[in-house]
């Protein structure tokens, strides 16, 4: 089990969840976790009963006072939508590194589905539906390709 810390906020404050994002560290818009001081790209924006807002990495999240339905949330939503952007950033740079794939972009259908098209090398396509756009493609917009026409 792990060890919970007492940080900058207390423990002994309830926060409820508003909102997550990433951010990639690599374009410089980064932020230090309110909680911890560390530097953190999965960023989770939380509220205490003050009305106070703050910007917590996702493990610091994971060890604050918050409500069973955020906790829920944070577990099955918020994580989810992390560990589809990093899947989809090493599915694609591994095909790409192993010449299955020429390249990736991303696609919307008509009905507001979300999904990347992976080309094939050998001619042809696949598709993967993304669940969570808004945060899994920024983990990899910068190695999508323009839809060819």
Do not use: H
């Not at 810390?5 to 818009?29: A, E, F, K």
């Not at 909680?35 to 999240?61: E, P, Q, R, W």
């Not at 944070?74 to 740079?93: P, T």
Request: with cysteine.
């Amino acid at each position: 089990m792990k060890k919970i810390i007492q940080r900058n906020l207390p423990l002994s404050q309830t926060y409820t969840i508003t909102g997550y994002n990433y951010v990639p560290l690599i374009d410089g818009d980064g932020t230090c976790c309110d909680n911890c001081g560390k530097l953190i790209s999965n960023m989770v924006y939380v509220t205490d009963g003050n009305g106070g807002k703050f910007t917590v990495g996702n493990d610091c999240a994971k060890t604050l006072t918050i409500p069973q339905s955020d906790a829920f949330r944070l577990q099955v939503e918020i994580e989810a939508a992390f560990n589809e952007g990093k899947a989809l950033r090493s599915k694609i740079q591994t095909n790409l590194k192993k010449g299955n794939i020429t390249g990736a972009y991303k696609w919307e259908s008509k009905d507001g589905g979300v999904f990347i098209v992976f080309l094939i090398t050998r001619g042809g396509s696949s598709m993967q539906a993304v669940n969570y756009p808004g945060v899994s493609l920024t983990y990899i917009k910068d190695i999508l390709i323009t839809k060819p026409e």
